[in-house]
């Protein structure tokens, strides 16, 4: 069966640090892969989408990238965080072709 | 604009009793359409989904959701609350591979 990771849990940083996210999928080859952050009270906000590996679509500009270096790792960096970066980010999969789309756990970004 | 709407922000309803949540969508084509259940500081887990077929779509943990083509709607219900269906709620949609979230709706449960 499929599974997908993400970590760290939480993670607290001052502004003007970087940041690395990460996500594994485990159990599936080729998936689509997705990152989002969910601000407090708010819906989903889709940052960053991959159908392959290198291949990155960013949906909004801002202080964050993403980077797919191997088939089921997917990363969410910044140079330099703002405060408007904290929320709960959460990687999510799906397979190539269909829209159902399978979310990790999720990590709890609050910069200070 | 393709998009996914949720009109209620916040449900509460008595344990035991009947939910039904709103969702309502726009697009040119009927969307595959989802519901998740997110508990605080989880991920989304997915109840159900619509693809086509069948209107009346049978989920996990007991809830369904009813897809009408002339409403365009596809509200979530659960015949008989449990407290621990209190959790927000997300209604989503997509035409390819990716998907539209509504702003999600938060169940609350009381005894």
């Known amino acids: 069966s499929q599974t997908i990771h993400q970590w760290p849990a939480t993670l607290v940083q001052p502004v003007g640090s970087p940041l690395s996210l990460e996500c594994t999928v485990e159990?599936?080859?080729?998936?689509?892969l997705y990152w989002y952050r969910q601000a407090a009270g708010r819906g989903l906000q889709l940052l960053f989408y991959?159908?392959?590996?290198?291949?990155i679509s960013s949906e909004v500009p801002q202080n964050l990238s993403a980077s797919r270096p191997q088939d089921r790792q997917f990363i969410l960096s910044s140079k330099k965080l703002l405060l408007s970066d904290s929320g709960f980010y959460l990687c999510?999969?799906?397979?190539?072709?269909?829209?159902?789309?399978?979310f990790g756990p999720g990590t709890r970004l609050t910069v200070t | 604009a393709q998009s996914v709407t949720q009109p209620d922000i916040h449900i509460t309803v008595s344990e035991g009793a009947s939910l039904e949540l709103r969702c309502n969508y726009s697009?040119?084509?009927?969307?595959?359409l989802f519901w998740y259940v997110q508990s605080p500081g989880q991920g989304l887990q997915l109840l159900l989904k619509?693809?086509?077929?069948?209107?009346l779509v049978q989920g996990i943990k007991g809830f369904e959701a009813e897809f009408k083509r002339s409403q365009s709607s596809f509200n979530l219900r659960k015949p008989s609350v449990h407290w621990s269906d209190a959790a927000e709620y997300f209604c989503?949609?997509?035409?390819?591979?990716?998907?539209?979230f509504g702003a999600g709706t938060t169940v609350t449960v009381r005894a």
């Open positions: 999510a999969w799906s397979i190539q072709g269909f829209n159902e789309q399978y």
């Open positions: 159990g599936t080859s080729n998936p689509n």
């Open positions: 991959s159908v392959g590996i290198g291949q």
């Open positions: 697009y040119g084509a009927t969307p595959y």
């Open positions: 619509y693809f086509s077929g069948d209107t």
């Open positions: 989503a949609g997509g035409n390819d591979y990716k998907l539209s």
